[in-house]
């Protein structure tokens, strides 16, 4: 059966001057414009099609091979173009915008804003709609997550312990301020890793490989830009904490482990303001 809110991948039955449609099962046949038509050949009956589904103005339902920012079921920082009696109007990157009704809103919100929702069918109308209680959503159950494991992050909001974060789109998590050494902002899609678990479920995260596996990868990252820049980077223990954060992604405190021991290993020299092959 054809899901409305996500991609599908359906056959051509019939064409039309307009476009071709698509066998959507229950949904009956589906129009997708000639608009939407891919252009690297020509499409005959019984070809597959992968496509996105949603309502049209008259609540039927209608195909488009754009690719929208979230699929039902999934959450994303939307932009506010539009404030209505009925709700506000969220680009999702479709040509139809998506309705945040005022009834979901957490805070007043105006055009220009971002804001974080997730995206449901509503029960009624079946339009895809959106929503800021994330809660609802969220910690549905036990988190599976083991320490150091990676995981994909969609940062969610500061707080005064650091930044929130939703993970692998089921649970929240916590990226602790003394973990912080780069930029962040709500909306932002980071790879991340599993931390702690507490008994009591709640996440830590951090922004970088855990242990052994980390310490040798950020080894490896220093000598490869030490080769790639002939030998010398301008990186010391003196360097400030957000100039190593944006070129190697990580903390000082772990850059300059790293450089020790890889001065201990004889694999480069230190000096006060650069370090350099030998």
């Known amino acids: 059966m054809a899901a409305i809110g996500r991609f599908n991948t359906l ?12 066998d959507g099962g229950d ?8 608009r939407y038509l891919p252009k690297d050949h020509i499409h005959a ?34 932009k506010v173009v539009d404030n209505t009696s009925v709700g506000l109007f969220l680009d999702w990157g479709l040509s139809k915008d998506v309705l945040l009704p ?7 919100l105006k055009v220009g804003d971002y804001c974080l929702v997730y995206l449901y069918l509503d029960d009624h109308t079946r339009r895809i709609t959106a929503t800021t209680h994330l809660d609802r959503h969220l910690d549905l159950t036990p988190p599976p997550y083991q320490p150091g494991e990676s995981v994909d992050l969609l940062v969610a909001a ?8 939703i993970v692998n789109g089921q649970h929240w998590g916590l990226i602790h301020n003394n973990d912080v050494f780069r930029f962040l902002r709500q909306g932002m899609r980071e790879k991340g890793y599993i931390k702690e678990v507490r008994d009591d479920g709640k996440i830590s995260l951090s922004l970088q490989p855990l242990g052994d596996s980390g310490r040798d990868t950020l080894q490896n990252l220093i000598l490869k830009k030490l080769d790639e820049a002939g030998g010398v980077l301008p990186f010391s223990d003196r360097t400030p904490p957000e100039l190593i954060a944006r070129e190697f992604g990580v903390s000082k405190g772990n ?22 092959l030998p």
């Not at 009834?103 to 007043?108: I, Q």
């Not at 500061?158 to 974060?165: P, Q």
């Open 27 to 34: 949904e009956g046949e589906i129009l997708l414009p000639n």
């Open 102 to 108: 005022h009834s979901e809103t957490l805070r007043p």
């Open 255 to 276: 850059f300059k482990k790293a450089i020790g021991a890889l001065f201990r290993r004889e694999a480069i020299v230190i000096y006060q303001d650069r370090i350099k």
């Open 11 to 22: 056959p051509i039955v019939k064409r039309a001057d307009f476009g071709v449609y698509l």
């Open 45 to 78: 009956i019984g070809d597959q099609l992968k496509v996105f589904l949603y309502l049209d103005s008259e609540d039927r339902p209608i195909a488009t091979t754009e690719t929208p920012k979230a699929q039902v079921g999934e959450f994303a920082s939307l």
């Open 158 to 165: 500061r707080t005064d312990l650091g930044f929130k974060a």
